[in-house]
């Protein structure tokens, strides 16, 4: 089975300078990873994916992360926050074939003026 | 935004109830899934539905099921509910499977059982 560990449950930034949350998976097979958003009081909404294709995956709203296989990790980095990145971020995991996807704990971001 | 809905939007029911949730998506993707978040447990996978009449479990399936008889339409019933299963619950939707398949979420149910 596969499942996925966020490393930070909080992080705090000012506006203006990088974002970096942390992801670690574990999967027997070829994993496909997702970044997924939630602001307060909404649904998630699909920030970027991974499906072995580029390991450097761009993203909506400056988002990026890259898939390192050799340590197991997919961080999220953004070069400058931004007050409307405020919200909770989702690492998930997911193999070939599998609808059985697999969600981190979620990493609480707070951007400060 | 994708074609979802969730109804109803809040619910307070008591112990030992039955409760059934509704997924309605305008979509016609073929995927839909029920999902419950907890904080410190981001969202776990409740049981999802790959077709018309055809359904499987998920992460955390027990005291829960589930039908599927239109296209459109996915609902989650608890028969008997318990304070644990007070949460917030979402439905999605994919138009392919997990692998490749982007996930579009609903609004949210948040469920209190007393």
């Known amino acids: 089975a596969q499942s996925v560990t966020q490393l930070d449950s909080h992080v705090s930034v000012s506006e203006g300078t990088p974002v970096l949350l942390r992801c670690n998976y574990s999967s027997s097979y070829s994993p496909s990873l997702f970044w997924y958003v939630q602001h307060p009081n909404k649904g998630l909404q699909l920030l970027l994916k991974y499906t072995s294709a580029a390991t450097l995956v761009k993203g909506i709203n400056g988002f990026e992360a890259e898939f390192k296989k050799s340590e197991t990790s997919f961080h999220l980095t953004k070069p400058s926050a931004h007050m409307s990145d405020a919200a909770e971020y989702f690492c998930v995991v997911t193999t070939y074939n599998n609808n059985d996807m697999r969600f981190g704990a979620g990493t609480r971001l707070t951007v400060k003026p | 935004d994708a074609g979802i809905t969730q109804s109803p939007r809040h619910k307070v029911t008591e112990t030992g109830t039955p409760v059934t949730l509704r997924c309605h998506q305008t979509e016609n993707h073929r995927y839909m899934y029920w999902y419950r978040q907890d904080p410190g447990h981001g969202l776990r996978l409740i049981h999802y539905?790959?077709?018309?009449?055809?359904?499987d479990k998920g992460e955390v399936s027990d005291g829960y099921s589930v039908s599927r008889s239109k296209t459109e339409d996915f609902l989650l019933t608890l028969e008997s509910a318990t304070s644990s299963q007070t949460s917030v619950y979402f439905c999605a939707i994919s138009e392919s499977d997990g692998r490749a398949g982007e996930q579009f979420f609903g609004p949210g149910t948040r469920l209190t059982v007393l």
């Open positions: 539905s790959y077709g018309v009449k055809d359904t």
